[in-house]
């Protein structure tokens, strides 16, 4: 596990993850680097789209020699398979884990931008400087422009996109990482998947189930 990480490191020390936050997250408490070191890890994107499933298992896979591209093997000709044929074909493989990705939902969301104001009214003078009043003067005659600095405020839309990843042991047979993320960008699927990677590597670290150095 502890070399499953550190390839992670590498690959996305240089990918920002802004843009991508954590919802939620739960890691088995019997599994952690001290008990489990994975060799061989399929990589599992549950898209409809090929062309998308091969973009985001490649991505993913490039992390280094442990991860695999699950397109190679669980094509058309295997995906009628049971469960159970399935999980023995990933064995006699010898793969020990694997990571899905899959998008759960898309989420609309509008946002209100406020407006600027860069207009500078200057109030009249008043009183003992000899007549002018409150908005006479200077003042008065500039307040009346100021609309032309005025930026108003607008209404944007935009679209965020929860992801959840998980992470299986086939030795055990069970779940041992998951994590939801919101990302509000996903124009470009390898740079959201660098994102969310990025991101749950982080919470990974913070759930304990990764080393923190």
Not at 145 to 162: A, R
């Amino acid at each position: 596990m502890k070399k499953f990480l550190i390839g992670l490191s590498l690959i996305f020390l240089a990918s920002c993850s802004s843009g991508t936050a954590i919802v939620s997250s739960w890691r088995d408490p019997d599994t952690s680097t001290a008990n489990t070191e994975f060799k061989k890890i399929l990589v599992v994107a549950l898209v409809k789209n090929e062309a998308t499933r091969r973009v985001t298992e490649n991505r993913i896979a490039s992390i280094g020699p442990k991860f695999h591209s699950s397109y190679a093997i669980l094509n058309g000709t295997s995906l009628n398979l049971t469960k159970d044929q399935k999980l023995k074909i990933l064995k006699d493989e010898n793969y020990d884990a694997v990571v899905t990705m899959r998008l759960v939902d898309t989420v609309k969301e509008t946002n209100y931008v406020p407006g600027t104001n860069t207009s500078m009214y200057y109030g009249g003078y008043g009183g003992m400087y000899g007549g002018y009043g409150v908005y006479g003067g200077f003042g008065g005659w500039y307040g009346m422009y100021s609309p032309i600095y005025y930026d108003p405020g607008y209404y944007q839309e935009s679209t965020s996109y929860l992801i959840e990843t998980n992470v299986f042991s086939l030795k055990s047979d069970k779940l041992v990482w998951t994590g939801t993320t919101k990302s509000s960008n996903g124009s470009d699927v390898g740079l959201l998947v660098d994102s969310v990677i990025a991101t749950v590597m982080q919470e990974m670290k913070k759930d304990g189930f990764i080393p923190k150095k």
